[in-house]
């Protein structure tokens, strides 16, 4: 069983940054692959990225891509999503969610229902 809390959501302005962390419980966080989703109101959840446990390799999605990357940090079991030039469309909830020794080839293959647990989310505000 993994539990996963994210943090670092907030109110910020279009352009400006923000990290969110994803802080998971257990001995086996190198063997989950890490990623982030988001949800906007009335909209579906959206692939953002996520880091491999094998490698390392990180895919991001088309919206994400440039702006956004997404760090691991096995000794402390944490990944981040380190958000840069943020615009107000990236308004959503974010969560983070791990897949057990995953790994998948293309973005477009890491979809929700590769992961086995999630967190509860954190809310991004971005204005205009």
């Known amino acids: 069983q993994v539990q996963l809390v994210e943090s670092g959501g907030g109110l910020v302005q279009a352009g400006g940054s923000l990290r969110l962390s994803c802080a998971a419980s257990?001995?086996?966080?190198?063997?989950?692959?890490m990623g982030w989703f988001r949800q906007a109101p009335g909209t579906e959840c959206e692939f953002v990225a996520t880091i491999e446990w094998s490698g390392g390799t990180t895919y991001y999605a088309d919206s994400s891509k440039g702006r956004f990357t997404i760090p691991r940090d096995n000794n402390k079991n944490t990944v981040y999503l380190q958000m840069n030039s943020l615009k107000p469309e990236d308004t959503a909830v974010y969560f983070c969610?791990?897949?057990?020794?995953?790994?998948?080839?293309?973005?477009?293959?890491?979809?929700?229902?590769?992961?086995?647990?999630w967190g509860k989310g954190t809310k991004v505000t971005v204005s205009s």
């Open positions: 969610a791990a897949a057990y020794r995953t790994t998948a080839l293309t973005p477009g293959a890491w979809t929700s229902a590769l992961y086995n647990y």
């Open positions: 257990g001995r086996t966080f190198s063997s989950y692959s």
